[in-house]
């Protein structure tokens, strides 16, 4: 085939020069992350963040493109350059399962995007099951154990899922460039310099450390900057309430959201297949909440319109030992009129911006080595003092949510105005024990 393009601002020109590629890139499925945003909340906080999973996707499939032809340039002895379509399918394919609003609708609903990223690849009924089927019978398989870590190639698995792979040095660079954050960048292109096969996996040239630093550095920026800002969660806590509502209300009244929400009925009747799922999009739930904001029912509309016209609930942050006290605060919020369990919220980010690899774990996580000039290898944070202080060490917090109401000074809440606030100190919860 003759060689496609596709302009991105964060790689330049995404190259496609693979039939397989392009028509992935032209099926159905893959075609449907043009309408699933990247970040679903953040960007109520970053308003330039509007991009697509479609665009993480391509940026992956580019940076696994560029690191196989490096391979085969520097490497052939140790890179196999058969396994050059799997790595890039696999990358172009990691995110095609994520859904609508997809980590809070994962938490309500009880979806899988990685498992449902599988069956896309493996059913017989997907564009993409057929595309993939063009290369051999079994190769669907092939691309869903890189996507669930079974592939017995490490290398391949590694460049798609390791604490530094294609997937993560995309969505850093891109979600910072569309957020406006610069915390995100670091030196790509010093990094595919120095990245290198082995027959364990993946490492990296000594020479390079301060690129892999600069990575790990940035990386925990984006997580404590943009990625757990206090208004994004807040949102994901309203839009899991309204949900949450929506599920309650079902019991009850069907037909309102068979008339509102239709492609929404089977996950809230419990029995949604594939097809439901990939019906679904940011652009068709966004145009439920708009209609739910005219519902009978005063909370689901109440919701609706908070989350459809950025009303950010607001925050404080908690210590675990002080989670009970926090009735306090909920007894507040129903005293003035508020259904609790609707308008509150506890919301939890940590991060573990970098680890070593901890066998004994439930998910050992896979340590990023590098390769001196005799051929040893070393563990990153053994010879980077940066690295070694961000080691091992969990960064993040504990937030309780709540109508801002609960802050005025209009007459239904100033009597509870002043009791609230002697809750909270410095925006953080403060025991009265």
């Known amino acids: 085939m003759n060689e496609k393009v596709f302009r991105d601002p964060v790689h330049n020109y995404i190259t496609v020069n693979h039939p397989v590629i392009y028509d992935l890139i032209n099926s159905k499925e893959f075609q449907r992350l043009r309408r699933v945003k990247q970040v679903s909340t953040t960007v109520f906080t970053f308003h330039g963040a509007e991009h697509s999973r479609f665009s993480h996707c391509l940026g992956v499939y580019e940076i696994a493109r560029r690191v196989t032809e490096i391979f085969d340039a520097k490497f052939p002895d140790i890179w196999d350059s058969n396994e050059n379509l799997l790595t890039m399918v696999a990358a172009l394919l990691h995110d095609v399962g994520h859904g609508a609003y997809s980590h809070t609708f994962e938490k309500l609903f009880d979806t899988d995007h990685e498992a449902i990223t599988q069956e896309i690849i493996t059913s017989l009924d997907t564009e993409v099951n057929a595309i993939l089927r063009r290369v051999s019978p079994d190769f669907p398989e092939k691309v869903a154990s890189v996507i669930n870590h079974t592939y017995h190639n490490k290398q391949v698995v590694q460049l798609i899922s390791s604490q530094i792979d294609c997937d993560r040095m995309d969505y850093l660079l891109r979600d910072s460039y569309y957020s406006g954050a610069n915390y995100g960048q670091f030196d790509l292109t010093r990094i595919l310099r120095v990245i290198r096969p082995t027959k364990d ?49 079902y019991q009850i009244d069907s037909q309102f959201f068979e008339r509102t929400s239709p492609n929404l009925m089977p996950f809230l009747a419990n029995h949604a297949n594939l097809h439901d ?44 030992a002080s989670r009970q006290e926090l009735s306090y605060l909920v007894d507040l919020v129903k005293s003035v009129g508020f259904d609790p369990d609707y308008y509150t919220g506890i919301h939890v980010n940590f991060d573990l911006p970098y680890d070593i690899y901890r066998p004994e774990k439930k998910e050992p996580r896979t340590e990023i ?46 009597h509870t105005k002043n009791e609230f606030m002697s809750y909270i100190a410095n925006d953080h919860f403060v025991s009265h024990d």
């Open 201 to 249: 996996g993946i490492v990296f040239e000594y020479s390079g450390m301060h690129a892999v630093e600069d990575y790990i550095v940035s990386r925990f920026q984006m997580y404590m900057q943009v990625y757990f800002h206090p208004a994004s969660r807040a949102m994901e806590v309203l839009l899991q309430n309204l949900l949450k509502r929506a599920k309650y209300l």
């Open 277 to 320: 799922y990939l019906s679904l999009d940011d652009g068709v739930m966004n145009t439920y909440f708009q209609a739910w904001m005219t519902a009978e029912d005063d909370i689901l509309a109440d919701l609706a319109s908070r989350f459809v016209n950025r009303k950010v609930f607001k925050s404080v942050t908690f210590e675990e």
């Open 369 to 414: 080595n590098m390769i001196q000039k005799d051929g040893s290898v070393v563990e990153l944070s053994t010879i980077s003092p940066i690295v070694k202080t961000l080691t091992g060490t969990i960064y993040g917090d504990r937030r309780f949510y709540f109508p801002k109401e609960m802050l005025s000074d209009d007459d239904l809440f100033a």
